[in-house]
């Protein structure tokens, strides 16, 4: 079975930095495809990031030039390094990828989360 670890996640005062990883593991043929998302408290989840089987990255507006991933295809592992954090930027946040477990079969998995905390 498919499993996504996060971690990183912490308390950092506005202006500060955070680096979160995304490690994938289990029943996995190929990963097409993986991101984060986030969910402030009183708030849906939102999509953050995301980096294709390719390399190529797409980033919400919100977070554009401050935040990056990167993966690292041998460890089946993505990072997201935040910089100039804000406090809009709390929130709890999920790892998704999307993955092949057989020939036939590409769909998506999610990590249970983890916190991030940015205080003003």
């Known amino acids: 079975q498919v499993q996504l670890v996060e971690s990183g996640g912490g308390l950092v005062q506005a202006g500060g930095s955070l680096r979160l990883s995304c490690a994938a593991s289990?029943?996995?043929?190929?990963?097409?495809?993986m991101g984060w998302y986030r969910q402030a408290p009183g708030k849906q989840r939102e999509w953050v990031v995301g980096i294709t089987s390719a390399g190529m990255t797409m980033y919400a507006d919100s977070v554009q030039g401050r935040f990056t991933i990167s993966r690292d295809n041998a460890k089946n592992t993505v990072y997201l390094q935040m910089n100039s954090l804000k406090p809009e930027d709390t929130g709890v946040y999920f790892c998704?990828?999307?993955?092949?477990?057989?020939?036939?079969?590409?769909?998506?998995?999610w990590g249970q989360g983890t916190q991030v905390t940015v205080s003003s």
């Open positions: 289990g029943s996995i043929a190929s990963i097409n495809a």
């Open positions: 998704n990828a999307q993955l092949y477990t057989d020939r036939f079969s590409n769909r998506d998995y």
